[in-house]
Every structure is written in structure tokens, then in C-alpha cells.
């Protein structure tokens, strides 16, 4: 893979971790984080999909290696809120 593709693949996973989380309605991070959300996003929509036997919609191809868009910001949409929600469970105090 080329630099130009590996930085075009990272920046299509930083904008849908971002759309996922801001669908999710929690921020995990910053730019890097979003990355790591879009990749992760990525493997958690494909493998529910893959699961209920659902097509790939909107996969964008980088020198021959297919991204799934729009499983890409459902898996990191759903990947944010279980962080989200153990986050805000695990912040507890007690007084």
C-alpha cells in the first residue's frame, strides 16, 4: 500500500469513527481515537452484518482493499456507546 493510500484509509476511518461517536452521542477522544473508533467500527459493522447476512453498502475500494462505509459508523457508533456506557459506569465515587 502506497502512503497515499494508507492516509486516504486513515482519514475515510477518522470521519466515520467521528460520525459514529457523534451518533452515539459520546466522544471518546480526539482525531487519533476516532481512527482507532472508525477501524474498529469497521470490524464490528462487517461482522454483524456478515452475521445477519446483510450486503455491503457503500464499501469505498483503496487500492483494492474494500472499506465499508456505512458499516464502518454503525459498528462505531455501537462500539461508542459500550465504551460510553461502561466509562460512565466505572466513574463512580464513593462517598
Known amino acids: 500500500m502506497t502512503l497515499t493510500g494508507f492516509l486516504l484509509l486513515l482519514l475515510i476511518a477518522a470521519i466515520c469513527g ?3 461517536q457523534s451518533l452515539a452521542g459520546y466522544s471518546l477522544g480526539g482525531c487519533l481515537v476516532s481512527i ?3 477501524f474498529v467500527g469497521a470490524l464490528i459493522g462487517q461482522w454483524v452484518a456478515d452475521k445477519l447476512g446483510l450486503p455491503a453498502i457503500l464499501e469505498v475500494n483503496i487500492e483494492g ?4 462505509i456505512i ?6 457508533a455501537l462500539f461508542a456507546l459500550v465504551v ?3 466509562r ?3 466513574g463512580r465515587r464513593a462517598d
Open 18 to 20: 467521528a460520525v459514529g
Open 36 to 38: 482507532v473508533v472508525g
Open 65 to 68: 482493499k474494500p472499506f465499508p
Open 71 to 76: 458499516w464502518a459508523v454503525i459498528g462505531s
Open 84 to 86: 460510553g456506557w461502561l
Open 88 to 90: 460512565r459506569g466505572s
